[in-house]
């Protein structure tokens, strides 16, 4: 019998409006376990080299994981994996919220969607039993709206509801995926993906629990989190003020993405901070499944604009992207603009930095009024930013090519635009600098996704001013010694590896990085503890790092696949510019290093050093010789 796991995974075929049941042994769920990895599994096997994003052979992944739906803190994410249309490179993104467990608990370990359907539907899963539905009624509609709507006419308020807004039904490429209207599938345009296929939302509901080997095991640590994670300085932090918590430290640093990254110091940064936010508009905290950190927002207002707290409220990606990058320092402003954000389903890092890019664009003289329609695209304007949040979602006026995001955009602006499209691989820059975070500007050229903030923890935990919980928790894996913040060397090289394979491990288990070690509370010794409790497994850190360094292979493989090379690994230009003003004035990234180092990351993940291509050693190592045959047959050559 299994434990953790169902044992059932859903296919859709949304053309022909199939609908059956897959089933796999205990090897599969072993070696795949779900989330990230299961995804690139179904990818790698199924979709065809060159498949757009939006052609119906092109597959969408939803996966929580073998672990997700257990009662202890951050075990409450889903995947979702696709072919980026922002990228054309692999992607995945992870939410919280409730939607994954409530999978679990209706009887399903994911679902594998592909095909277009003719009209727009949504999926209702409903303790085992599932069926595409008519919904035409929905397009159009809002996420909140949509997700209301659906409870009514199923008559359960307690269905969970994944949907996408209008963006996603318009195809904007950096369109999102929310459940319950505030848990984002954030980045990487998944939204745009199931607007593609006429599908705008899958509703679950399950009254099955997930049967664990040693539940009382799994009981016993998930009480101990909720005694003890207030000791840790991470997480209560994050209870009391939420991810925005490290703003003003990041600005008192320099580095707080400022004005399209021109600098990271923000004069108005004192406007939007979670302190600010706390004295303003904050009505409460809020969590997702079992989870008693409760580090979201909800926020609510009259003036300038009316908030509906029902959408939650900004975090710091968003406080940063929508605000300092835009030089918006009016915390309103930003938080309508988030609120316009869930409601019509777009990333709000994308969003807010691509509104920076143009106002780049507009100070240079490369898009101009007429463009804009009179809009002042000017730094700092928070009533344009708002404005062209709304074009962006319903693709008006300028709103229409932004919607492209800033790589398409800039080759259709010209006049040298390219070099304020912030962007890796086509993907927006978290609001992170990687001219002061070695380790993460590193992880932004090298990641498979593309610009990603969350494929490393930051150097700046593990620095000569981080607490010594930090230090210590990192030990388990081996890495005993603090580094330096900027730039990268040998040591923080062999860092970046093993905490890259721990970030993945955690988008693979769809663990939240915000309850974990090495920065949070629970330990790796109490992830191997409720892994094994559940699973009946005596698992490992070892197996479970080695799964993180699968799931890099694999999405390495994907990319390759699809003709990805090394020069795809690269900064944007202006992280190779020296930082303009503040704390953190002339810090820059430096290209050559990150030549070097670049080599030197492929050699020791067993890659070709000059290609990146797994080698057959690695394949095997990682128990995925079927990736070799993948790649042969497309002409790519594994030594
Ligand atoms: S720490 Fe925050 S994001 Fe993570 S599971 Fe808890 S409430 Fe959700």
Not at 273 to 284: C, D, G, L, N, Y
Not at 473 to 494: A, I
Not at 597 to 611: A, H, Q
């Amino acid at each position: 019998m299994p434990y953790g796991y169902n044992g059932k995974i859903l296919r859709v075929n949304l053309s022909t409006k199939e609908v059956k049941v897959e089933e796999h042994d205990d090897y599969f769920y072993r070696t795949y376990m779900g989330g990230a990895v299961l995804g690139a599994y179904y990818l790698l096997r199924e979709m065809k080299l060159g498949v757009d994003p939006f052609d119906p052979e092109a597959l969408i992944v939803f996966a929580p994981s073998i672990l997700t739906g257990t009662p202890a803190p951050g075990f409450s994410r889903h995947s979702v994996v696709c072919k980026s249309p922002l990228t054309q490179a692999i992607a995945d993104s992870q939410a919280g919220g409730f939607w994954g467990p409530e999978l679990k608990f209706a009887g399903y370990d994911a679902i594998v969607v592909k095909g277009k359907a003719s009209e727009p539907v949504y999926l209702w899963i409903s303790d085992g039993e599932a069926q595409i539905r008519e919904a035409s009624h929905l397009w159009g509609k809002t996420t909140g709206e949509t997700q209301t709507s659906l409870r009514e006419e199923l008559r359960d308020d307690k269905i969970r509801v994944l949907a996408i807004g209008v963006a996603g039904e318009k195809l904007v490429r950096f369109a999102c995926i929310l459940n319950e209207c505030k848990h984002a599938n954030g980045r990487l345009g998944m939204g745009a993906v199931m607007g593609s296929k006429n599908l705008k939302a899958i509703a679950v509901r399950g009254h099955d629990k997930i049967k664990m080997q040693d539940k009382d095991t799994v009981i016993k640590w998930a009480k101990w989190f909720s005694q003890n994670f207030m000791d840790n300085p991470s997480n209560a932090g994050l209870h009391d003020l939420g991810t925005g918590e490290g703003l003003m430290v990041l600005n008192k640093d320099g580095q707080l993405p400022t004005r399209n990254f021109q600098t990271g110091f923000f004069e108005g940064a004192e406007g939007i901070s979670a302190e600010t936010m706390h004295r303003t508009i904050f009505q409460k905290g809020e969590g997702c499944y079992a989870c008693p950190v409760k580090c979201k927002r909800v926020v609510g207002a009259d003036k300038p604009y009316q908030i509906d707290p029902f959408y939650g409220g900004p975090e710091y990606e968003t406080l940063a992207a929508l605000g300092s990058d835009c030089g918006v320092s009016d915390l309103v402003s930003v938080a309508k603009a988030n609120e316009l954000c869930n409601k019509y389903g777009l990333d709000t890092i994308s969003t807010g930095a691509t509104i920076a890019f143009a106002m780049e664009c507009y100070e240079n003289g490369i898009i101009a009024k007429e463009d804009t329609k009179g809009i002042q695209l000017n730094f700092g304007n928070a009533d344009a930013m708002v404005k062209m949040v709304e074009q962006i979602a319903k693709r008006e006026g300028m709103g229409d090519i932004l919607a492209e995001g800033t790589k398409r955009a800039a080759e259709r602006f010209g006049k040298g635009a390219e070099k304020f499209a912030i962007q890796v691989k086509g993907e927006e820059m978290g609001m992170h600098d990687g001219r002061v975070k070695g380790m993460v500007g590193f992880g932004y050229a090298v990641s498979p996704i593309g610009a990603d903030h969350v494929v490393v923890e930051h150097d700046t935990d593990f620095d000569f001013n981080a607490p010594d919980i930090f230090v210590e928790q990192m030990k388990s894996l081996g890495l005993l010694k603090r580094c330096k913040t900027t730039g990268m060397d040998y040591q923080k090289l062999r860092m970046f590896r093993y905490l890259q394979f721990h970030f993945s491990f955690m988008d693979s288990l769809c663990l939240c990085v915000l309850a974990f070690a090495p920065v949070r509370t629970f330990t790796m010794a109490h992830l191997v503890a409720i892994a094994s409790a559940v699973t009946g497994w005596e698992m490992s850190l070892w197996e479970i790092m080695k799964l993180g360094e699968r799931r890099i292979n694999m999405f390495r493989a994907f990319n390759i696949r699809e003709g990805f090379t090394p020069d795809d690994d690269w900064l944007p230009q202006r992280i190779f510019e020296p930082i303009k003003t503040g704390p953190r004035e002339g810090a820059r990234y430096d290209p050559d290093e990150l030549k070097t180092m670049r080599k030197l990351y492929y050699k020791i993940m067993n890659w070709d050093p000059e290609t990146s291509i797994p080698t057959k050693a690695k394949l095997i190592d990682l128990d995925l010789p079927w990736i070799i045959d993948e790649l042969e047959k497309v002409g790519k050559s594994v030594r």
